[in-house]
């Protein structure tokens, strides 16, 4: 499977939140050299919003965004900066519901290398490039 760049078959609110994700992340983490967008959006398995009974006890699920940010040099404050972009995003959002973005990171170096490990290759040959 080759790797996507375009998410323009998913659905416009999710395109939005997507496009406001990359955005902050670009803002902010300087040495961002690539964002892939991987998981249930890519298989296009995700839910937006299933909500049910189960008990008795109301139950909602949506699926997250899995995004692996790729940088050049070290990956100490990445995690604190990815920390902030998520509540910056969630501000954004508070008036609906939205997807929760879940971010990894990792160095430019170690993709590379580890690129054969069946994790890192799955994201890398099925992902979105954003």
């Known amino acids: 499977m080759i790797m996507k760049k375009s ?33 249930s959006y890519v298989r296009e398995n995700y839910v937006l919003w299933d909500s049910n009974m189960e008990f008795g006890v109301h139950i909602s699920y949506q699926s997250d965004y899995d995004i692996l940010v790729v940088i050049t040099g070290l990956t100490k404050q990445v995690g604190e900066k990815l920390y902030r972009i998520t509540n910056k995003y969630h501000d954004l959002f508070a008036d609906r519901r939205h997807a929760f973005p879940y971010f990894f990171s990792s160095s430019i170096l170690s993709c590379l290398l580890f690129n054969k490990r069946s994790y890192n290759s799955t994201i890398f040959s099925s992902g979105f490039i954003c």
């Open 7 to 39: 998410i323009k078959r998913l659905s416009k609110r999710t395109q939005e939140e997507l496009t406001v994700l990359l955005d902050l992340v670009r803002k902010s983490i300087g040495n961002c050299q690539m964002v892939i967008l991987f998981g």
